[in-house]
């Protein structure tokens, strides 16, 4: 059976959007894992303030490790190689960055008493200080480019569709 | 995707998360600015925890900040002194004969960019970089004051906490609160690149 025109300009667009959402994530991760891998007592200090170890080697170990980790994946996002695994990757690490944003955020606003959004603080991402909504938003987009990387249409200008 | 497909990028996902924690591991053990594993880079500060749950925008101004890091300095047995107070040390002339000496607790480049003229730098972090040289200056002085960007920066604290475990008294040593913001924002001499550059920046006053 062959693609009537419509499925063939649908595909392409599809394969077009796939592949943007795979550089877009793939420049982000490694932009922000240089980031925290150029400056790790920064990133140290910032993972700290969230009080999610209660350990300091699993701190320190996911300080050192967790910005490679971005630069890996972002690595592999922009050749093309184990597209949906290292999407899965992001996505679990947007989630969880994205949840300690939050819980330090309301922590931050019920002692400081100040709206929501008026919050501001380093949240460690590697972009320095930040309003935390404007925050949340950003990583809310990286997750739909994630969930679209990892189970949307595969762009066909891989490297290497697994490992 | 079928349910192989989808065991299949979970693997896939587990791969990379085994190779991205190699390759860390080995990065962190590789480079010369890497952390030290099992160092506790933030520990217990006497009268509670160092970690305050203090944002950038708080209300009351950066007075009753100040003043609430002040508090919360002396409830925690540091020294906290403020700007008059490290001016006139400054000015004294115990700290051209070294008898006061001024340490900045930040990073490198924060250093290198502008710091109180004639202090030593003291990243905490990498603690045996610096402690050969500033320890010495540290045991003979009668007053050491300890800063860093000022604020809710706590790396002065964990500084004198370092410089007290090797062997400085903790009563030689006091905090300046606001730090080098503060420093700045009242238009006092900056010194660029390293300690006694020459490179002095002479502020309005």
């Known amino acids: 059976m062959t693609a009537t025109p419509s499925t063939a300009s649908g595909f392409r667009a599809g394969a077009w959007a796939a592949l943007g959402a795979r550089f877009f994530l793939g420049a982000v991760f490694l932009v922000m894992g240089a980031h925290k891998a150029l400056h790790p007592p920064d990133f140290l200090g910032a993972l700290h303030q969230y009080h999610l170890f209660g350990n300091h080697v699993l701190l320190n170990l996911t300080a050192s490790v967790l910005p490679w980790m971005e630069i890996l994946c972002g690595l592999f996002l922009l050749a093309g190689i184990a597209v949906r695994g290292c999407a899965v990757v992001t996505l679990v690490m947007l989630t969880v960055f994205s949840l300690a944003v939050l819980m330090r955020a309301l922590a931050l606003q019920q002692s400081a008493g100040l709206l929501f959004c008026a919050v501001r603080f380093d949240c460690g991402c590697g972009s320095g200080e930040v309003f935390v909504c404007r925050k949340l938003l950003e990583n809310v987009g990286l997750l739909v480019l994630a969930v679209t990387v990892a189970a949307g249409p595969a762009d066909p200008w891989r490297l290497r569709h697994r490992l | ?205």
């Open chain 2, 1 to 205: 995707m079928t349910g192989t497909d989808v065991k299949r990028v979970f693997l896939e996902a587990l791969a990379v998360v085994a190779m991205g924690a190699a390759f860390g591991v080995a990065a962190n053990a590789l480079s010369p600015r890497g952390l030290a594993l099992g160092r506790n880079y933030f520990p217990q500060v006497h009268g509670g925890s160092a970690a305050k749950e203090a944002p950038r925008t708080l209300p009351g101004g950066a007075e009753s900040a100040g003043a609430a890091i002040h508090a919360r300095l002396l409830a925690s047995g540091f020294q906290p002194i403020d700007t008059p107070e490290v001016l006139r040390l400054h000015r004294d002339p115990d700290y051209g004969q070294e008898l006061t000496v001024f340490v900045d607790a930040r990073n490198d480049r924060s250093y290198a960019e502008g710091h109180i003229p004639g202090a030593w730098q003291f990243d905490r972090y990498y603690p045996e970089e610096h402690l050969p040289d500033l320890l010495p200056a540290c045991l003979v002085a009668a007053r050491v004051v300890v800063y860093c960007t000022g604020g809710e920066c706590e790396d002065s604290e964990f500084a004198v906490l370092t410089l007290r475990d090797a062997g400085v008294p903790a009563e030689a040593m006091a905090i300046y609160v606001g730090g080098f913001n503060e420093w700045k924002e009242h238009q006092l001499p900056v010194e660029t690149g390293a300690r006694h550059s020459g490179a002095i920046t002479e502020g309005s006053r």
